[in-house]
Structure formats: structure tokens, C-alpha cells
């Protein structure tokens, strides 16, 4: 700014020469406060603009966080639940073989012995029948609460399903250590239950043991063996214990025999097809049928797959069997067409080892051309353990039945490993609710909750759920709500015979009772 000297000795002069300059300091000082004002002002908004960002973001974060939370929690709980008996709380059949899985691996190097018990109540059917199911099912708990307190927190006890149990004893020092438990538990086991229906109940419990390393050295054949024992310890008069290496040599004998026989049998045709319905839960029409096998033995009448389908896998036959299986369900559907009859999808049931078998295609589609048959008349059922490696042979098996027109449904879903995602980048067009699942409906509200997620789940992968395994009423219904496609089980009914399936296929349709 100029400096301006005025000499005068008029005093207005002065002033006004000053006046002029003050007036202009004035403007100046008055623009800048309201310039600084409007600054301190917008910086006061934007301020108060990024507090509030700053809080929503916060929110935001915060209700994403519960939200995460909320389905770790479901995740968690859905996670116990297919881990634990909803009963009784303790391990299911599924948590009992991978626990015990890595139990046994980390006791390869140990010098101790390991017991796997299994124990199943003696005719408990009779309590159901005459206390009623709740009363059933309050002995189931009192039953499991005694296992907990006789046995050690390391121990790992389950419920296997319906009134049998599984425990492994673990680290003992020795095997004669065995004798003292075993009896303490049977006698435990078998001492009244008060208050059971207000009633005291009597009950006692046939148990079988199978040691680790000696008997076994896998949780499948340590639970088939001590089984083994424990139909053994029913045979000899129940309310008792039998271990594996005494038991009665007729039962290995007939396994034995019926190994040696089961070639054979195979190709004198002594091997029949049963077939159970499925029904539609929308209109009860009788959607498809599965067929199992069963053995007509000339000596044993007739034997269940549960006696030999796993001799067959294991000693080499399950190719030939699965081939006959196969032919005698082609052979069928072509019969009943010959009859004139409107024929449901007929489901076999086909072993991990078949598909890891990269001719299995080919012989399936040799087979549908020699009895002209279409591919969309046959289902394959798989079980969880073929899908272990989703890339694998297996997976492409499963890729080049689809692409013939097969249509494959995954058997026993839930007591696997694999998860709904893992399931979903295989062909795989149905699953079937394992009948744990169906079982446990009756006495958890959790199951009800998982077994609804898991339909609407599947429903949004495009599959369609079949429920395995209905006994009652209430079971139907409940499946029926929760969005369930279509149902199997012995309330509905049991496998059939060729001819009594024919007069269920005629009929069409499957009201229940
Ligand atoms: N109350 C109740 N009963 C069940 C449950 N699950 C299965 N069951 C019933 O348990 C019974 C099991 O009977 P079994 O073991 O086959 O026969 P059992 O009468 O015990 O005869 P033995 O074993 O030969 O001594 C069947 O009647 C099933 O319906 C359940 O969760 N609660």
C-alpha cells in the first residue's frame, strides 16, 4: 500500500486524505473476515459431513459384522448338529469315526491299547411298544448319562443311532484292564431307570469289544468287529459282554462260506431285486422306485446286502455284482414295458469302486442298448465317500453318465463330508436326506431347522430332495412343509418284491395310511 504524506494546515484536508485510506483498510479488513468467516464455516460443514460419513461407515461396519457373526453361529450350529445326537448330545455315528480316525492314528505310535465297545439295549423295541416312544427316548438319555459318568472324560462315547451305542476306551495299559469295565458296565447299564414314564424301568445291554492293534486297525473294522461280538454276546443270552477273538467261530464260518459261495450265487442267478417307492409329496404319485439287492440263500434264506455287499468290495465280486444288479434292473423295466405298464425311474446303487472304474459307462450303456432301454429310466445312487476327490476318476465317471442321460442322486447326504458347495460342481441332480436326519426330527427342533436350510439349499442348486428313512406320519409332514420333493420309507413302504412293485406301479400312486 503507497505511503501518503499530507502537509496541510487545514484540518479537513487532512482528514480527508486519511478518511480515504481508512475507508479502503476498512473494506479490506471487512472482506477478509467474511472471506475467513465462509471458510471457517465450509470447513465447519465438511466436517460435520465427515462425522456423519464417518458414523455410518461405522454402522454400516458394525451390522456387517453381526451379520457375519450370526452366520458363524448358524455355520457353528449346524456344524454340532450334524456332529452330535440331538437325543441324547452325545457324538453321532459320523463325529464317532473321525474322532476315533484320529485317535487310532496318533496311537500307531504309541505302546497302549485302545477298546472300541459296541453296546445295543436289549429289546428296547418292547419299551417303545409298550411305554411309548418318549419313554424310548428318556431311556435313550438316562442310558447315555450313564455312559458319561462310568466312563472317562478321554474316552469318546456315541450314539450310533436307534438303541446302539459306541465307545472307545482309550490308553490302556493292558488288555486285562478290559475285563473290569466291561463288567462295570454291563451291570451299570442293566440296574432299574427310575422315573422313565413315571415308571422304574428295567433294561440291560449286549455289548462286543474289538481291540486296537490287535483285532483291527481302522475305525470301519474295529465297529465291524466289535458288532461282530456284540451279536454274538445277543446269541449267547444278551445282558453281557463277548470279545471279538472269542467269538463264536459259526458266525466266521458262515461269513466264510458265504464269501466262497458268493461268486457263484452271483451267477446262478440267486440274487434278488426289492424295490421301495419313492412318492411325490405334492400329489403322492409314485415317482421313481429303488432296487435292492438281496440274496436268496438256499442254507440262510434270505440274506440282506448289509451281510455282503462290503465281503463283495472287499474280496473282489462288487464289479460282478454291480453288473448284475444293473442288468437284472434294465431286464426288469423292459418286462414291465413289454407289459404295458408306465414305467418310474428304477435307482441302483452303485459302489465307490465301480466308479473308479472308467469302463463302468460303457457297460451301463451296452446294457441299456441290449434290453432297449433309456438311459432316462435308470438312476444311479452314489455315496458321499465316491466324491472324496472331486476331479478324480470318479467325477469324470460320474460326467460321462450325465452326458448319456443318467440321472444321478446322492445317497445318504449329511453323513459324509461333503458340503452342498463341494456337491455342486459334480452332475449330481438329487440328494438324499440321510435317514438320521429324518429320525432326529421327532426329538430336535434343531434338526427340523437344518433339515428345512438344507431343502431350501439344495432347491436354490437346482436339486431335488428325496428324504430317506420316513417311519411316521408326522415326519411326512413336517418334510411336506419344510419344501421335501419326494419321499422313501417303510411308513410309505418297505422294499418289495418284483411283483407286489407291480401292483404299486399299476396303482400309480401311494397314499398314507
Ligand atoms: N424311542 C426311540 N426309539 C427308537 C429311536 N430310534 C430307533 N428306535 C427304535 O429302536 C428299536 C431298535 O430295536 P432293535 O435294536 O432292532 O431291537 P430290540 O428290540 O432292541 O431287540 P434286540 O436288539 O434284538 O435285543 C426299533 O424299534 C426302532 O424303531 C429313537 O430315537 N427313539
Given amino acids: 500500500m503507497p505511503l501518503t504524506v499530507v502537509v496541510s494546515r487545514d484540518w479537513q484536508e487532512i482528514r480527508q486524505a486519511h478518511a480515504e485510506h481508512a475507508q479502503r483498510l476498512w473494506g479490506l479488513a471487512v472482506t477478509v473476515s467474511v472471506l475467513m468467516l465462509l471458510a471457517t464455516w465450509a470447513l465447519f460443514r465438511s466436517m ?34 450334524a456332529a452330535s445326537d440331538p437325543l441324547t448330545g452325545l457324538h453321532n455315528r459320523r463325529m464317532f469315526y473321525e474322532l476315533v480316525s484320529s485317535h487310532l492314528a496318533l496311537a500307531r505310535r504309541s505302546r497302549k491299547h485302545y477298546a472300541l465297545l459296541y453296546l445295543d439295549l436289549d429289546h428296547f423295541k418292547q419299551i417303545n411298544d409298550t411305554l411309548g416312544h ?48 466291561a463288567q462295570e458296565l454291563v451291570s451299570g447299564l442293566s440296574a432299574p431307570y427310575d422315573g422313565i414314564a413315571d415308571q422304574v424301568v428295567h433294561t440291560s445291554t449286549s455289548m462286543g469289544i474289538a481291540f486296537f492293534p490287535r483285532d483291527g486297525h481302522d475305525v470301519q473294522v474295529l465297529c465291524r468287529h466289535a458288532d461282530t461280538a456284540m451279536y454274538a454276546s445277543k446269541k449267547s ?27 457263484q450265487a452271483i451267477a446262478d442267478e440267486q ?18 422306485m429303488e432296487a435292492l439287492v438281496r440274496w436268496q440263500h ?14 463283495a468290495e472287499e474280496h473282489g465280486h462288487i464289479q460282478a455284482l454291480g453288473d448284475w444288479v444293473m442288468q437284472a434292473c434294465c431286464r426288469q423295466i423292459a418286462a414291465w414295458r413289454m407289459q404295458g405298464m408306465d414305467v418310474v425311474p428304477l435307482a441302483f446303487n452303485v459302489s465307490p469302486l465301480q466308479l473308479k472304474d472308467c469302463a463302468f459307462p460303457t457297460r451301463i450303456a451296452t446294457c441299456l442298448q441290449h434290453y432297449g432301454v433309456r438311459a432316462s429310466d435308470i438312476e444311479v445312487e452314489v455315496t458321499e465317500s465316491c466324491l472324496v476327490e472331486p476331479d478324480g476318476l470318479s467325477a469324470r465317471v460320474l460326467y460321462q453318465l450325465q452326458n448319456m442321460g443318467v440321472h444321478i ?11 452342498l458347495s463341494q456337491i455342486r460342481a459334480l452332475p449330481i441332480g438329487t440328494i438324499k436326506l440321510d435317514k438320521s436326519f429324518v429320525n432326529a426330527l421327532r426329538s430336535s427342533h434343531e434338526a427340523g431347522v437344518l433339515v428345512t436350510s438344507i431343502i431350501t439349499l439344495a432347491h436354490n442348486l437346482k436339486m431335488q430332495v428325496v428324504a430317506e428313512g420316513v417311519e411316521l406320519m408326522d415326519q411326512l409332514v413336517y418334510l411336506k412343509t419344510a419344501g421335501c420333493d419326494v419321499v422313501q420309507g ?24
Fill in 134 to 181: 418318549h419313554a424310548g427316548d428318556a431311556l435313550l438319555q438316562a442310558v447315555a448319562d450313564r455312559l458319561r459318568s462310568m466312563l472317562r472324560g478321554s474316552d469318546i462315547i456315541a450314539r450310533m443311532g436307534g438303541d446302539e451305542f459306541a465307545v472307545l476306551v482309550t490308553a490302556m495299559d493292558d488288555m486285562q484292564d478290559m475285563d473290569g469295565l
Fill in 48 to 81: 460435520v459431513r465427515r462425522q456423519h460419513l464417518l458414523e455410518g461407515l461405522t454402522l454400516a461396519d458394525q451390522k456387517q459384522q453381526a451379520l457375519i457373526a450370526q452366520l458363524e453361529s448358524e455355520k457353528q450350529r449346524a456344524l454340532e448338529l
Fill in 490 to 513: 417303510y411308513f410309505l413302504s418297505r422294499p418289495v418284491p418284483a411283483q407286489q412293485a407291480e401292483v404299486l406301479l399299476r396303482q400309480g400312486v401311494l397314499e398314507p395310511a
Fill in 237 to 263: 443270552g444278551r445282558n453281557r459282554f463277548t470279545y471279538y477273538d472269542r467269538v463264536n467261530n459259526a458266525d466266521n464260518e458262515r461269513r466264510y462260506r458265504l464269501l466262497r459261495q458268493l461268486p
Fill in 409 to 419: 442322486a446322492l445317497d445318504d447326504f449329511g453323513t459324509g463330508f461333503s458340503s
Fill in 271 to 288: 440274487l434278488v431285486l426289492h424295490f421301495q417307492p419313492k412318492v411325490r409329496l405334492e400329489d403322492c404319485a409314485i415317482v421313481g
Fill in 298 to 311: 438256499p442254507e440262510y434264506g434270505l440274506i440282506y446286502p448289509g451281510d455282503f455287499i462290503a465281503m
